[in-house]
């Protein structure tokens, strides 16, 4: 297993472009705890204070990485102006909040995606190697999440890319 460095104040950017994006419930999960199995974040509950204090503690050299600091990119304009802001002038616990909402938008797109394993096969029928057929009767039945969600593995299906 790979264990990466990311932690609360990652967690909290990361939800935060992804609003700005215009991200659904599956961006703003945020950064999930555990990729494939073998990906962990262990550190997604600690702050990048705490981490910086526990190197200091026990005389810790640290990487940093140079684009962190760079201006022009969203994550450091949200890390270093909108993160600021919304903490001093609106809600000092705003990096909980954000990592409560990745937690409940992961539970809720687990569910969806529980609901469209059960769909798909009902649902999407394939054609040929590039394409598929959608029951439009029955899915016009469905509730428009799973609606959002089935149309998206029909084009995963077909061989095509969508986002999420």
Not at 54 to 64: D, V
Not at 104 to 110: A, D, G, I, L
Not at 113 to 139: C, G
Not at 145 to 158: D, G, P
């Amino acid at each position: 297993k790979i264990a990466t460095g990311h932690t609360a104040d990652d967690q909290a950017e990361t939800v935060l472009m992804r609003l700005v994006r215009g991200s659904g419930p599956d961006g703003l999960s945020g950064i999930r705890p555990v990729r494939d199995g073998w990906i962990i974040r262990p550190l997604l509950n600690v702050t990048r204070e705490e981490v910086t204090a526990y190197q200091a503690t026990h005389k810790l050299s640290a990487r940093f990485d140079a684009t962190n600091t760079e201006q022009d990119m969203l994550r450091n304009k949200i890390r270093h102006h909108l993160l600021p802001l919304l903490q001093d002038e609106y809600n000092p616990k705003i990096q909980g909040a954000l990592s409560r909402l990745a937690d409940v938008m992961r539970v809720e797109s687990s569910y969806l995606d529980r609901e469209l394993e059960a769909l798909t096969t009902q649902l999407i029928h394939p054609v040929n190697r590039d394409a598929v057929r959608i029951d439009l009767t029955s899915w016009q039945t469905i509730p428009v999440a799973l609606r959002r969600r089935l149309i998206r593995q029909a084009v995963q299906e077909a061989g095509g890319r969508s986002t999420r």
